[in-house]
């Protein structure tokens, strides 16, 4: 009796409230790909400089907090907000050069788990330095984004998710147009493929290194600017590059169609979890259930969803 | 002059086999060991043995447990925070449950439960690789410490949460919980990392240890020359787990007092992790050093302003010292990749030499 009645709570009745209240299921699922697309944003920052620089940046989710706090920093100093914007993108183009000048450049051909570290160390710096400059209390962050909700037949959807939604559709639009049609994005994609055939026929791999951090940078800024109008902009904000990292494994570290459709399955994924197997154990299982996800597709595809083969030779 | 081998000849294999096999290095050894058991309790104050040389050696033993997965068996790991985590709350669950049992012996077996957990979230390390692992060994980070925070009956269904480190004795001793006094933890600490410093030195030498390396330099290679893989990194997975288990227990154990699951956070695996790189993948040495750097340069830090006579406001001071904390590790990293141990190996090589480097 008891094992019937645990198996019915665990695979039976969250089934049933799926299926018999399907408008509650909608919002679940809408609600999940928009916070997907969120993780999305700040995988995609990952992704970009992984492909270009085989860098396994830890310290995206720094970028995003110190790209956010500048913003903030500067509109709190008086800075109309488009102005406030364009000296953001200025401090993180001039950290990208800074992060070249006196780091990867001496770190070139060492081993990818000293980069590694070196982007961690990288990370303890920016939210020091950031949190230095603009102080350590939690800023809100208003950029007078609509922020109402409103129905679409009898589903509730939020203006700001949408919005959200919106933004990173165009962001991820315009960087595939970026990588596929300009002289600057064909040597990204030449260097990412193989660094020193890129070098061979001329292309400056330090520039290209700059302008993909800039790149990561306003990537950032973008995913700082979505979650600091959402829930502040604070040190926690760090974190979710902690909550990114699934999301690219399941993705595949090489894929910026990977990262978007990763951080869609893991928002679903997530959520639905959360609101029906949740109480089951206790709740706040999201901290980990995303990486269980990712760790299970792993199991039957080790490269990700869109990650490159890896072939093995002895 | 000072360190050669001159004239040390070997008339037994064992001789030839032993862990140093030169005198100097014997000496030397011995007299760390002689001078960390007999002079630092007599003349280290309870501060410093409190926030220094307890830690120290207690973070050693973790790195030397994740060395050993890392550094030998190249499997890259990000879990060890939740490794710990499982030797602490375990040996808190046995030592509550059964309190006749001698604490070492409990230390021992919450390090097997550890090691068990370890094996388990060893198992994707056959197909998944590099950063992927990395990345997944995160999922047992998580789950673990979720699992600590959630499940009552691991923190005895407490109204805090926390574990707190009951007093045991053993010969007549009391050497945990609130009552004990710091020489002692400290003397107790030292036997332990040094014994298991010993097994992991040999560990590494051993049929056990080559077959580790081999499979780092080369999965396919190693498979092809008759290792099994899969078993060979669980095992890796199971011993790393077994240290850093260990090293978990006797943070709460012999050096907090009490803790919750916050003492285990991704912080610390971070930190275990810059231990191994900053001393030296693959050395055993390394992770000592590493452990002293990693746990020594916060306090210097914290204390550096005090002794030039600077003062400022708190926060300021607590931002500097994240910022220059990150930036050294930068530097470190760019001036020595491959850690403190090489710079140890490459002073030896120097003393060989000297005083005629010609």
């Known amino acids: 009796m008891e094992i019937i009645n645990f198996l019915n709570l665990v695979f039976v009745a969250p089934i049933e409230d799926m299926v018999f209240y399907p408008i509650f299921f909608t919002e679940v699922v809408i609600s999940g790909l928009l916070t997907g697309i969120m993780y999305s944003l700040v995988a995609l920052g990952f992704v970009l400089i992984f492909k270009a620089s085989g860098v396994f940046n830890f310290a995206q989710g720094a970028m995003v907090l110190f790209a956010a706090l500048n913003l903030v920093g500067f509109i709190e100093q008086g800075f109309p907000i488009w102005l406030a914007l364009v000296l953001a993108i200025v401090v993180m183009i001039i950290l990208a050069f800074l992060i070249e000048r006196f780091m990867l450049r001496y770190l070139i051909n060492q081993e990818d788990i000293i980069l590694f570290m070196a982007t961690i160390g990288l990370t303890f710096f920016l939210q020091g330095f950031g949190e230095m400059l603009w102080g350590s209390n939690v800023k809100p962050l208003d950029l007078g984004i609509p922020n109402q909700s409103f129905e679409v037949g009898g589903v509730l959807l939020n203006e700001f998710d949408l919005f959200a939604a919106g933004s990173g559709a165009i962001l991820v639009g315009v960087l595939a147009v970026f990588f596929h049609y300009t002289r600057i994005g064909r040597a990204l994609r030449a260097v990412a493929d193989d660094h020193q055939a890129a070098m061979a026929v001329g292309i400056p791999l330090k520039t290209i290194w700059i302008i993909v951090w800039s790149v990561a940078g306003f990537v950032g800024l973008v995913a700082g600017i979505m979650w600091g109008a959402k829930s502040g902009v604070q040190f926690s904000l760090s974190l979710i590059a902690l909550k990114a990292l699934p999301v690219l494994i399941l993705g595949g570290f090489t894929s910026v169609p990977g990262a978007i459709v990763g951080g869609l399955i893991i928002g679903v994924g997530e959520k639905i979890a959360e609101i029906y197997w949740g109480p089951l154990v206790g709740g706040a299982i999201e901290n980990w259930f995303a990486y269980v996800l990712a760790l299970a597709f792993l199991l039957f595809r080790p490269q990700g969803l869109f990650g490159e083969r890896i072939i093995e030779r002895v | ?358």
């Open chain 2, 1 to 358: 002059m000072l360190y050669r081998e001159t004239g040390q000849f070997k008339i037994s294999y064992a001789a030839d086999q032993s862990v140093f096999p030169i005198s100097q290095d014997r000496w030397f050894v011995s007299v760390v060991i002689a001078v960390a058991f007999f002079v630092v309790p007599v003349l280290a104050s309870e501060y410093l043995l409190q926030a220094v040389m307890i830690p120290l050696l207690i973070f050693s033993l973790a790195a030397i447990g994740l060395n050993l997965l890392v550094g030998y068996a190249g499997q890259l790991s990000l879990g060890t925070g939740g490794f710990m985590a499982v030797g602490a709350y375990m040996t808190y669950k046995l030592t509550t449950a059964f309190p006749d049992i001698n604490i070492i012996i409990v230390f021992l077996l919450a390090g097997l439960i550890a090691a068990f957990v370890g094996l388990i979230f060893g198992i994707p390390s056959l197909r998944i690789k590099g950063f992927y692992l990395a990345v997944a060994t995160l999922a047992s980070q998580f789950f673990l410490l979720w699992m600590f925070n959630k499940v009552a009956w691991f923190y005895n269904y407490n109204s805090s949460g926390t574990i707190t480190a009951p007093p045991r004795e053993m010969f007549g001793v009391i050497i945990t919980g609130p009552m004990a006094s710091a020489e002692i933890r400290y003397l107790v600490t030292l036997c332990i990392v040094i014994i298991f410093a010993f097994i992991a030195k040999n560990l590494v030498r051993g049929r056990l240890g080559r077959s580790w390396m081999a499979v780092r330099d080369m999965d396919i290679a190693a498979e092809i020359i008759g290792i099994r893989p899969f078993q060979t990194k669980l095992i890796a997975f199971a011993v790393s787990s077994f240290y850093c288990g260990l090293s978990g227990a006797m943070m709460v154990f012999l050096w907090l007092g009490s803790a919750e699951t916050e003492a285990f956070s991704i912080n610390e695996s971070f930190n275990v992790l810059f231990m191994i790189i900053i001393g030296g993948l693959g050395s055993i040495l390394g992770s000592f050093l590493g452990a002293t750097f990693i746990v020594g340069l916060p306090i210097l830090l914290t204390n550096a302003p005090q002794m030039v006579g600077l003062s400022m406001p708190i926060d300021m001071q607590k931002h500097i010292e994240i910022m220059l904390f990150g930036s050294l590790i930068i530097f470190f990293l760019i001036v020595e990749p491959h850690g403190l141990a090489r710079l140890w190996q490459i002073l030896k090589e120097k003393l060989r030499l000297w005083p005629f480097p010609y």
